[in-house]
């Protein structure tokens, strides 16, 4: 009887840190299209005022609010979209110029920054969303709306974040490493 011994390739170390940083992007790309019909919603909101007021000279009295409402959540919920495609402002004069391993180093060091402000927001937006809910908080205004749910929206926009910072910061560190991107 003749045993052959098959040769097991060494199992790649960072197969599941590929895994992981490609559920988030994939979380952040789907909410990026799940909160973008909200620009649709709050267009639909301003020209519906405009006409009541300007054609009927009937004003609402909760437009304004409402589209307000809605363009912040979308403000808020978007950064992890944007994030992800690479949509945000970067200032690349030194930056091109740096050997890619030390360019991620760099970069991760600096996503320390980002990181501590989505923490705090997901805590401070938290017990604010809480305190909030409990006391089934309402604006002041004539319309008054309950504030809470956009308050909601301050944990859920800091947590979507903080997940597509940490990709971010997890690709940096496997370009440390290997060198590849």
Avoid at 64 to 73: I, K, W
Avoid at 79 to 90: D, E, I, P
Avoid at 136 to 154: K, Q
Wanted: with cysteine; aromatic share 12%; net charge positive.
């Amino acid at each position: 009887m003749v045993t052959t011994t098959r040769r097991q390739s060494p199992e790649d170390p960072w197969r599941s840190l590929r895994t992981l940083v490609r559920y988030i992007d994939l979380a952040s790309k789907w909410s990026g299209y799940l909160f973008a019909p909200i620009a649709l919603a709050y267009m639909v909101i301003i020209v519906y005022e405009v006409a009541m007021r300007y054609l009927f000279n009937r004003p609402t009295n909760w437009a304004h609010e409402l589209s307000t409402f809605l363009f912040g959540t979308q403000f808020m919920l978007g950064g992890a979209f944007c994030l992800w495609r690479g949509s945000m402002v970067n200032v690349d004069i030194l930056h091109v110029h740096i050997p890619v391993r030390l360019r991620a180093a760099i970069d991760a060091v600096f996503m320390i920054l980002p990181i501590a402000i989505c923490l705090l927001m997901f805590w401070l937006g938290g017990q604010m969303f809480l305190s909030s809910l409990a006391k089934l908080e309402r604006t002041n205004t004539v319309w008054g709306p309950p504030l809470y749910p956009l308050r909601g929206v301050i944990p859920l926009a800091a947590a979507l974040m903080l997940s597509q910072v940490i990709a971010q910061l997890l690709r940096r560190v496997y370009m440390i490493f290997t060198g590849r991107t």
